[in-house]
């Protein structure tokens, strides 16, 4: 599991390199880890959409979009 700190530092690296950003692709390696919507319609609803804003709650990231939040667990393990 990431510490706190190592997930502040990764959402502080990421933010200024993707607010603005558009998402035009999504690859998706397991499909089972998209627990909600399934597979298809996640990619239907994300792509296009542009990521506004980027914070934190506890260790997980929160990707801020148009319509969106997109929450994001780095699952790292030590």
Known sequence: MPELPEVETVKNTL??????KKITNIKIYHNNIIEYPN?????EKIINQTITDMSRYGKWLIFVLDDYY?????????
């Open 15 to 20: 933010k200024p390199k993707l607010i603005g």
């Open 39 to 43: 597979v298809n319609t996640f990619k």
């Open 70 to 78: 997109l929450l994001s667990h780095l699952r790292m393990e030590g």
